[in-house]
């Protein structure tokens, strides 16, 4: 998983995915049912491409899905060729790491730190614990196999056993969908979240890869991994279709989860299920389950959850089809499939410089996408730029053959990361810088002044509506960026608590319309609803500009009293980007404003203009936008950023500008324009 993705913990840096349970089972279907609609129009969206299981039947599967002992994705312990290929720097710098875990105690997750959800909305301090048992574990696998001597054998029994007598595998905040809702884990009731299918399948790749040195320590061990992902994974999984993310209750819709947890539950039955019929019926599942999350996937294979959701999006996906096409010696193919490809080419698409990337919705405006699996991805779609982008982030990210050690969020990631390190580190780098993009199902575009440079100004911006997963009430945002450093910004989502996902979700502030680079209409924001959308959206480009059109009128409430408002926001490559608005109301109750958020100090005494400066302590970029001052009174707000999440992105400010309309005609038409200042 990417650093985006494990962002929200100000102590581990660590989560940042799923949708989220609260208080209540009430709240739990809240959020089921408004919070994982995805963003394409359901007009443009096929309802069965069911691209998976269209071309097999589970009869079909019988014939092709190698026998658990016939299946070796990687090799094991005794295959000391393979792993002693890993460079000496790499496997030493894992050996050392692990070295510090020996004869360590295993932190407790007492009770009490579970309930802290419950009683406070905090979700942090027992994830930090829970994620540390994992990452121990994982981290002694990893050097017992690269350095097969058998020094960290007792230690990873000792994490098996702590991790196979917890009660629950999962975190607080998931708690919703058992039966008698958050609080405790009910044991007599195993559900399956994000992270229960990650231990699960933790759990079998240790099994898989030390076989019978486990045994060594002791038979029970292997026996008792068994048992505790059979009663908590397997058997769960395989008896019942209510758990939401797997897309079988009818008019629901999948998200993240979906190809997440069937990436580890994947794992978890080709390597652990005894049983051959239950493990092709298994595997068949799984595969129906990722044709409900693949049939409500736009055609142009954007993630709506924003690219720091694609590494558990997308990413997990391409896991799902490795893991399927190398269990069935290949019967399982997908890589030609547009979908497929566009799905993978989401994640440079959206990418403008650094670790900054197009983040609408609730991801960070900062990412650290993984090298590894976007180089493999590209690989197995047989994209240059996808891969050549692997191998840029791997520079970047000092990974490859001279990396050390980083945090481990899945053992089944870390393995193909070290065996091809050689190679990640001897492909050619590439860093994407596209000129132009454009999603059409999911209506978002970016552009750029240059193509293969960040010099110049980066626009993207979004249509859709207002119920896509992890939504913010953002139809008609826009973003702005200057020689690759961000101007006009999305601002994302702080540390998630309870009340992240639930029926208090738009009362966060920024998930608000008001603090995103949208106006307030006769003193009311946009509202959440897939009901709230963009109209009679077009978008072309050229070499001389790119423009997105569309009309926000409908993602106001009928109280907002808008008739039209067609905002037109074009990049004029070697001159500025313009930001039109031409709107109808049907009354004037008072002025509207039009907010932009920015990271940059604003002065905004000259009328007129606003002039955009870097602090003191980074100066270098200046830029100015320029309005009407007879049309508007300009003001700026200074908002204190106090969340760690936001302050690793942004700093320990953001301002707000709000240009306050001083006409009270029924009609009008202004522009604003942002460019480098003179």
Known sequence: MNAGMRSFLPECARFQNGVCSTMTRATFLFVASAMICLAASSAMLPKERNLLTGRFTEEDLSGVLLPRGAWRPYPEIGDREAWNAVPEKLRSAWVENAGRFLKASWPPLPATVFLEYAREGNRSRFERLSFERRERLAS?????????????????????????EESYWGV???LGMQRKGTGLPDVAEPTVDLFSAETGSLLAWTVYLLGDRLDKVSPLLTERVYLEVDRRILTPNFQRNDF???GFEPGREVNNWNPWINSNWLTAVLILERDDAKRRRAVYKIMRSLDNFLNSYPEDGGCDEGPGYWGRAGASLFECLELLHGATRGAVNHYGSPLIRGIGQYIYRVYIKDDYYVNFADASGKDASEPGVVYRYGKSISDPVMTGFGSFLARRQEHGEEAGVRRIDSLGRLLPDLLLAKELSAATPVEPLLRDFW?????VMGARSYADSSKGLYIAAKGGHNAESHNHNDVGNF?????????????GVGTYTAKTFSPQRYEIWTMQSAYHNLPSINGYQQKEGRQFHAENVVYKTDDEAATFSLDIARAY??????NSWVRTMSLLRRRGVELTESYSLGAFVRPFTLSL????????????EIRLTDSEEKPGL???????????KALAEEIPVTDAQLSAVWGSRLARIQLTSLNTSLQDKYKIVVRYAD
């Open 597 to 608: 958020m920015t990271p940059l100090r604003v002065d905004a005494a000259a009328p007129g």
């Open 622 to 632: 200046s830029i100015a936008i320029s309005f009407d001052g007879a049309r508007f």
């Open 557 to 562: 409430p009928a109280e907002a009293r808008v």
């Open 479 to 491: 973003i702005v960026y200057a020689d690759g450093r961000p101007v006009l910004i999305d601002v």
């Open 172 to 174: 607080p905040a998931h």
């Open 439 to 443: 999603l059409p199902n999911l209506q």
């Open 140 to 164: 002694l696998v990893v050097a017992e196999v690269l350095e097969n001597k058998g020094r960290f054998l007792d230690d990873i029994a000792n994490g098996l056993w702590a991790i196979c």
């Open 244 to 246: 939401w993310w797997m």
